[in-house]
């Protein structure tokens, strides 16, 4: 049976472009980006060449980029850089229920050191409250953190609204755009942060590379220290290989007509499904304010994991479990408020540049056959 790829969000193929502008620095470019001699010059050009590419995705200027190793890093570099930058300041996080566990586990390690975290709640479509927020802020919030799309269910905050209230006050604020970058627009002054996350390979671009947008004024302290890469924030001889590959892929991203076509084949799926399957089946996450390529489905009464399983060659992705027959849901469908025989049958699909119609419609089609009762022989 053919197998059919929906799982985008997890992570995404190298983009053939991206391949061909990183082969060079396989082969030839192998110099170390900070050595100031004939076989650095062409690495560190590229470097630079890359992080120019960045900015242009975000509408920022090239220094306040800083490459590295993924979209976890970054995120941690955000929380903490901000956090250990303000030595003998009473700290306080504002953040929500449904980050990505690199934001959550940050902020507990913060919490054991002595900080304060507010995690806000969410509705039933996983969209917070811009005003939940305004009442979040103490006098102590160093930091506002909200995730600009969800992972899971695809929602959109209003970060443009929850920036106004950071600016109001005087508060960085960080967002989580791996999951929205190259899918929806990231320009930083629109969305008012002060601090923004890339990860590559939610991007076409390789594993093992993302960056962190920052503000200029905004002070963080390093998590690696050494020398004085990445203008001080970031101590490591930097890749050249791989930040051109996140480059170029940013490069690629600014063209988001291919999204139009993905939301036009997704809601063509999700109609399909509706048709098919008529109540059995319900949405997670908010009709409208959705990255374009994800849909988040339950199937009433039946647990995701073994739906998938059913689903032969159909690479997608369930946040719930069943352990000992009890339904655990994932933390994101909880706070949603999603009761537990729905969130049990949840499955994500994620569909990425390469999705076809083709390929939804045999997914529709494996999907009736998985879900049809078997009468006893």
């Not at 996983?126 to 919030?141: F, K, L, N, Q, Y």
């Amino acid at each position: 049976m053919n197998r059919i790829y929906l799982d985008y969000n997890a992570s995404t193929p190298v983009d053939p472009v991206v391949a061909m502008a990183m082969r060079p620095f396989l082969e030839e470019a192998y110099g170390n980006p900070s050595s100031g001699h004939w076989a650095s010059a062409p690495a560190k050009a590229a470097l630079e060449t890359a992080r120019g590419d960045v900015a242009a995705l975000l509408g920022c200027a090239a220094d306040e980029i800083v490459f590295t190793s993924g979209g976890s890093e970054a995120n941690n570099l955000a929380l903490k850089g901000v956090y250990f930058a303000q030595p003998g300041r009473n700290a306080h996080i504002v953040t929500s229920r449904i980050e990505h566990p690199s934001i959550l586990a940050p902020c507990r390690f913060l919490e054991r050191l002595g900080a304060a975290v507010t995690s806000l709640p969410v509705d039933g479509s996983g969209r917070i409250d811009p005003e939940s927020v305004r009442r979040a802020i103490t006098a102590d919030t160093l930091l506002i953190s909200i995730m600009h799309a969800n992972n899971e269910v695809g929602t959109i905050q209003p970060i443009e609204e929850i920036g106004a209230i950071a600016r109001e006050h005087g508060i960085p604020f960080h967002t989580d755009a791996a999951q929205s970058v190259g899918k929806i627009p990231t320009r930083v002054d629109s969305l008012g942060v002060d601090l923004l996350t890339i990860a590559g390979h939610k991007l076409y671009a390789p594993k093992g590379v993302g960056a962190l947008y920052v503000r200029r004024g905004i002070r963080l302290e390093p998590l690696v220290h050494g020398a004085a890469h990445e203008s001080g924030r970031r101590a490591g001889t930097e890749s050249a290989l791989l930040a051109v590959g996140l480059g170029t892929a940013c490069t690629l991203a600014q063209d988001l007509q291919p999204m139009a076509r993905v939301r036009a084949l997704r809601d063509r799926f999700w109609l399909g499904l509706q048709r098919r399957f008529d109540d059995r089946v319900s949405l997670n996450g908010h009709p409208e304010h959705r990255l374009p390529n994800t849909l988040n489905v339950s199937f009433a009464g039946r647990i995701g994991a073994e739906v998938l399983q059913a689903l032969d060659g159909v690479a997608a992705s369930t946040g719930s479990a069943c352990h000992s027959g009890r339904i655990e849901l994932s933390p994101v469908l909880e706070a949603m408020g999603v009761a537990p025989e729905i969130g049990g049958g949840a499955i994500r699909f994620s569909l990425g540049r390469p999705t076809t119609a083709a390929e939804l419609d045999a997914v529709t089609e494996r999907l009736a056959a998985a879900l049809t009762p078997r009468t006893p022989e």
